[in-house]
């Protein structure tokens, strides 16, 4: 049986609707990168992840899991991909203009082939959501507005699993 190594619980901002895992000695904008996963859950390259989201206003909630060998499925998930990444023994989670979530977090699998399982979860009712709250609030600067924003912040949810591949 399979044990976590690490799990690490974040908010990220998706910018142009995505947020990116890729080894830190990797450039992501650099020829070659993944094409942007426009409708798809994951875009990927040898040492890249690409992860879609449907929006880009409203915070998501990140869990990424380090795990010894292969983990159980997890249930209830909307969505699932899969992916393998060649890593240097860290990992960066890069919200490209929004910054950085996680810089160069070293992993306990150390350098090499890491599989990777990426789920989400409410991607499609948080856009409608957000476009029912649009709908209702004619002022997006007003206090209404922001309250009701920030309790959509989150809904939206990623669990990322990697281990290295044996």
Not at 6 to 13: E, N
Not at 83 to 110: E, H, I, K, N, W
Request: with cysteine.
């Amino acid at each position: 049986m399979s044990r976590r190594l690490l799990q690490l619980v974040m908010p990220v901002t998706p910018d142009r609707r995505m947020f990116r895992l890729h080894d830190p000695w990797v450039d992501p904008d650099e020829m070659g990168s993944p094409l942007a996963p426009v409708g798809a859950l994951v875009s990927s390259t040898r040492e890249q992840l690409w992860v879609g989201s449907l929006q880009e206003d409203i915070d998501v909630r990140l869990v990424l899991e380090e795990w010894d060998g292969q983990p159980l499925l997890p249930e209830a998930w909307d969505e699932e991909a899969k992916a393998r990444l060649y890593l240097r023994g860290m990992l960066t989670v890069d919200m490209c203009s929004a910054g950085t979530a996680v810089s160069r977090l070293r992993l306990s699998g150390g350098v090499g082939d890491y599989e990777v399982r990426v789920y989400a979860r409410y991607r499609e009712a948080v856009v409608q959501m957000y476009a029912d709250l649009l709908s209702q609030h004619r002022d997006r600067l007003s206090d209404d507005f922001q309250r009701e924003k920030r309790k959509l912040e989150g809904v939206e949810r990623y669990l990322i699993q990697l281990w290295r591949d044996s």
